[in-house]
């Protein structure tokens, strides 16, 4: 009788062994992964707090169902545009692999998506949990322009910032850079990052955020929807 005893025992116990030996390691959980947009273009990703983010500028030319994104490089063109629109920085395709394109909030905001499948458009309220996560009140984070103290630090990443990078430790590993803006009159401004929200603020503006070479806080302001800003992705 104590023969199958021990059998069963020793059954049990191999079980719970290989069991737990299988289980994936909660270290492994931030291992990274990478997205695929639909032209193709592999992208680095971060998990931060509850949150996965792309660690690079969008840069697709293409919605998710094939139709093609519009690439205005005409200053007048540009200014009055009234549907979607994309460009390199100073319409320079050298700046595309590092920085990423700009859009406007009309590309950001088409119902055929820019964003990889699984993925999508940050809205004001996942900026806002990002900006908590990594330390600033939800007082600071509900107020407008200039908020925080070094979150903005935590999210930049240590290149391509014109000195002084005021801050920087990428400690989040969102690893933001300067991809610059295109404003709603067509004129390129460089040195810093501004990204969309995909929260309008009324039927003119919508709500974005920016980082400053010479800030370790961060903007939260609304724009023309005209504006060409960065864009960052963020996993449903």
């Known amino acids: 009788m104590k023969k199958p005893l021990i059998i069963l025992v020793i059954i049990v116990f191999t079980t719970l062994v290989f069991t737990v030996s299988c289980k994936k390691d909660p270290a492994s959980s931030n291992d990274p992964i990478t997205v695929t947009d639909i032209d193709g273009n592999v992208y680095e990703t971060v998990i931060i707090g509850d949150q996965v983010w792309m660690t690079e500028n969008l840069k697709v030319i293409h919605y998710r169902n094939g139709d093609s994104i519009l690439n205005i490089t005409d200053i007048d063109v540009w200014s009055n545009m009234k549907e979607d629109a994309y460009c390199s920085y100073n319409n320079d395709d050298s700046n595309i692999d590092i920085y990423g394109l700009l859009y406007n909030w009309y590309a950001v905001d088409d119902s055929r998506e820019i964003a990889p499948e699984g993925w999508h458009i940050p809205t004001d309220d996942e900026w806002k949990q990002l900006e908590m996560y990594l330390g600033m009140s939800k007082s600071e984070a509900d107020t407008t322009r200039w ?27 969102f690893t933001a850079i300067p991809g610059g803006d295109r404003n709603y009159g067509g004129i390129f401004f460089s040195e810093n990052g501004y990204w969309w929200s995909s929260t309008e603020q009324d039927s003119y503006t919508a709500w974005y955020r920016t980082l400053y070479f010479d800030k370790s806080v961060v903007g939260r302001h609304n724009a023309d929807k005209r504006d060409g800003f960065s864009v960052r992705c963020i996993k449903d």
Do not use: Q, V
């Open 147 to 173: 908020r925080g103290t070094d979150e903005g630090g935590k999210l930049k990443g240590t290149t391509y910032w014109n000195s002084p990078n005021t801050g920087a430790t990428n400690i989040s590993g």
